[in-house]
């Protein structure tokens, strides 16, 4: 059997598109003589739709999409994920579902089983879950279908589910396993597939073909990495991450796959690289959105940004404002001169110490004589906010924040200053990482000069501040915090790995009380198996042992 893997990048309820983009892949795999192409998880209305499912006409449309495609499978076999109604008046309105279509029309419809309700998932939300297992039968040949998570309970060895959808669909003796998949990016996830793909083929002794989406849907990202793996856990084909890819598998008739030589995976650094340019290009064209502008401070955490959305968006289609105040050093003026001629992108120099000066005198008959404190700071922040904003609205920018992990977590920001903006690219990248990610920008060639990468971190907000006048080292910050966030470690855990008792409780406190900040905060791209968004959901007056 020849089978395709189309691995494509879909558009929320963008019906016309995706359905377009469908049915060009079916017709290549047809050229191509495949007797099936395989497409991802609720390709037809996109991953995830959220809300958009409890509209009835929402997946009316899906219908009327999977007829479209239907008429395009006189000779080839298809399967397509999406949402379908239950027939039943019990249980969720919805199904997640896999359908089969061959010779013009819907030859089969097979359920999803196990629905996560954890971190960014929510399934449970909208659909039911599927309670009978039947294979599809093609050409002799019986595949025995699964949907993304089904496949992550093997042998009931994950303690959140009941059942063990493969148990089920194995004892109809399938030739092989397909997955169609939405599995969301973080950089140690394409280990995870591997291992759980491999767990099935060797307990169940079967191929699988796995087929993942790829794309950016706001926070989260899609890296693909489709694969196939025969009945020794051995990988057969790869597909490419982030990229769209359509590849052809042939299935011997005794059913026996060779392994492959694989090409060394990429480093964590570059995974993140590679994921928050696309996630910054997937958001700009999918919102419509074209050019982007950005506060250009002379440190490493903006310099970063502007590399990165002069890889994703063009160097012509980003420009920055450097917004220099009284106490901006020449050289950070001068450094973010120089990566922006290094990149080639358009700069504009706007002094805000007339502007700073100018609410001073305002609020001079309220202020009085009080000591310059965070309020003067903050209002530095927040004139840059409003000059880049401007600029935002008059001239159709899209502005990017700059803000990193570590400083989110803590609230070292300021809100409707340097919190401000559409997207935060780096906000799921630790300080730590930031600078890592900088080295891995200039690993062909400097384009980040090399003061920005040696320099002491400075908000440049007050005479000679450095960010360690009121934060840890980060390395020292950056491992209690992952610990905390990633780990989920309590006081008592982080205080028995070594960290002292002042310090846990002094950061546990500023992470749990600035979580009203990150709520007024743009969305950020998740690259993490934690992130701050949809996957971390706290509440905005809680407390916790601090």
């Known amino acids: 059997m020849r089978i395709a893997l189309a691995q494509l990048n879909y558009h929320v309820g963008n019906f016309s598109s995706n359905t377009a983009k469908i049915i060009e892949a079916v017709k290549y795999a047809e050229s191509q003589k495949a007797d099936l192409v395989v497409f991802s998880e609720l390709c037809i209305c996109g991953y995830p739709s959220r809300d958009f499912l409890e509209f009835d006409d929402f997946i009316k449309q899906c219908l009327l999409a999977i007829d479209s495609i239907a008429k395009h499978t006189q000779h080839i076999g298809v399967l397509v994920g999406s949402p379908r109604f239950n027939p039943s008046p019990q249980g969720k309105p919805l199904f997640n579902s896999a359908y089969f279509l061959y010779q013009g029309e819907i030859k089969q419809v097979i359920d999803k089983t196990l629905l996560p309700t954890y971190d960014v998932f929510d399934e449970y939300r909208y659909f039911e879950p599927n309670k009978s297992f039947e294979p599809i039968i093609l050409n002799g040949k019986k595949l025995g279908i699964g949907i993304c998570e089904d496949i992550w309970n093997v042998g009931n060895d994950n303690p959140i589910y009941t059942v063990c959808p493969m148990d089920e669909v194995l004892k109809q003796a399938p030739d092989f396993m397909i997955n169609l998949s939405a599995s969301p990016f973080y950089y140690g996830q394409h280990e995870e597939r591997l291992k759980v793909v491999r767990a099935n083929v060797q307990r169940y002794k079967v191929p699988m073909i796995y087929v993942n989406q790829v794309g950016a849907q706001t926070e989260l990202i899609f890296d693909g990495g489709s694969m196939v793996m025969n009945a020794e856990g051995e990988v057969v084909k790869q597909l490419p991450f982030f990229k769209e890819a359509i590849e052809i598998i042939d299935i011997p008739v005794n059913g026996e796959l060779k392994g492959q030589e694989q090409s060394q995976p990429l480093s964590k650094i570059a995974r993140i690289h590679d994921a928050l340019v696309l996630g910054i290009k997937d958001y700009f064209s999918k919102l419509g959105f074209k050019k982007a502008i950005l506060g250009l401070s002379g440190g490493i955490d903006s310099a970063v940004v502007l590399c990165l959305a002069a890889e994703a968006l063009g160097k012509e289609n980003v420009m920055s404002l450097l917004l220099p105040s009284g106490f901006s050093t020449g050289h950070s003026l001068a450094d973010?001169?120089?990566?922006?001629?290094?990149?080639?992108?358009?700069?504009?120099?706007?002094?805000?110490?007339?502007?700073?000066?100018?609410?001073?005198?305002?609020?001079?008959?309220?202020?009085?004589?009080?000591?310059?404190?965070?309020?003067?700071?903050?209002?530095?922040?927040?004139?840059?906010?409003?000059?880049?904003?401007?600029?935002s609205n008059k001239f159709g920018y899209i502005l990017l924040n700059t803000t990193n992990k570590s400083e989110a977590a803590v609230g070292y920001g300021t809100l409707y200053g340097d919190m401000c903006g559409g997207l935060a690219v780096i906000g799921d990248v630790y300080k730590t990482e930031i600078f890592e990610l900088a080295k891995y920008i200039n690993r062909n060639g400097e384009i980040i000069p090399e003061n920005i990468l040696t320099k002491a971190p400075s908000a440049e907000l007050r005479p000679d501040q450095k960010d360690t006048d009121s934060l840890p080292e980060y390395e020292l910050l950056d491992k209690l915090l992952f610990q905390y966030i990633e780990k989920?470690?309590?006081?008592?855990?982080?205080?028995?790995?070594?960290?002292?008792?002042?310090?846990?409780?002094?950061?546990?406190?500023?992470?749990?009380?600035?979580?009203?900040?990150?709520?007024?905060?743009?969305?950020?791209?998740?690259?993490?198996?934690?992130?701050?968004?949809?996957?971390?959901?706290?509440?905005?007056?809680?407390?916790y042992r601090i």
């Not at 965070?374 to 840059?384: M, T």
């Not at 008592?492 to 990150?518: C, D, H, Q, Y």
């Open 336 to 391: 973010a001169k120089m990566i922006s001629e290094n990149l080639g992108t358009r700069y504009e120099v706007v002094p805000i110490e007339n502007d700073f000066q100018a609410f001073l005198e305002t609020l001079k008959p309220f202020f009085k004589d009080l000591p310059f404190n965070v309020a003067e700071e903050n209002l530095q922040a927040r004139v840059r906010g409003i000059l880049l904003m401007a600029f």
């Open 488 to 543: 989920r470690q309590g006081p008592e855990e982080l205080m028995a790995l070594g960290f002292e008792k002042p310090l846990v409780e002094r950061i546990l406190k500023m992470v749990n009380s600035t979580e009203w900040k990150r709520f007024q905060a743009p969305p950020i791209l998740r690259v993490s198996p934690k992130a701050f968004g949809m996957g971390r959901r706290m509440p905005i007056e809680g407390k």
